[in-house]
């Protein structure tokens, strides 16, 4: 069975993270689907934002997921908000293992604040309500992405995901 796996996720639970280690533990290439967009567009996604707004950015960003290779051996970062626009959830389900990394508002922000990267447009480390905006955006995506293949609770590692993905997707072993 060759698949790709698609990690989601809110900002800051772990997709990019856990994503490559997953990756490396599989012997899969891994795909950023953020980076994916930058390259393409010549601007980080904080300047997207700011220079052509939100609503073009989710365009490029459907565009991108779309142009990944399917049924291939790949480990793909989504961007937190990626299964919420247009069909992409249904087309992330239908080319590959999804992947929920769960993790609760409080812990995102403290990651969010130990990390001190501030280039999430959408979740600025200046803003007070920072919390606030997590606990309103988990509770807006989190009916999407708990129709995920796999859902993953907190904290977790690599080598953990890998040991649940085969044990759901045995055929993953064969790779
Ligand atoms: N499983 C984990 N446990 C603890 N900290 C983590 C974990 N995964 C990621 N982090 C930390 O959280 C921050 C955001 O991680 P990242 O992988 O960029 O998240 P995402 O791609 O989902 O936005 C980083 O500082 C990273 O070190
Ligand atoms: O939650 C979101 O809507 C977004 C999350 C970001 O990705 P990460 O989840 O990797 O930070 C990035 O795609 C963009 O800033 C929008
Ligand atoms: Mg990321």
Partial sequence: MTTNIFMLGMPSSGKSTLGRNLAKELNYDFI???RKIEVSEGKKID????LEGEEYFRKKESEQLKKIPVDDKLVIALGGGTPCYFDNMDYIKENGVSIFLDVSPDKLEERMRTSRRNNRPMFKLENENLLETLT?????RIDLFRTASIIIEGDTDASTILWIL???????ANR
């Fill in 32 to 34: 950023d689907l953020d």
């Fill in 47 to 50: 300047e997207i934002f700011r």
């Fill in 136 to 140: 309103d955006t988990y509770n807006k």
């Fill in 166 to 172: 085969e044990a759901q997707f045995p055929k993953l």
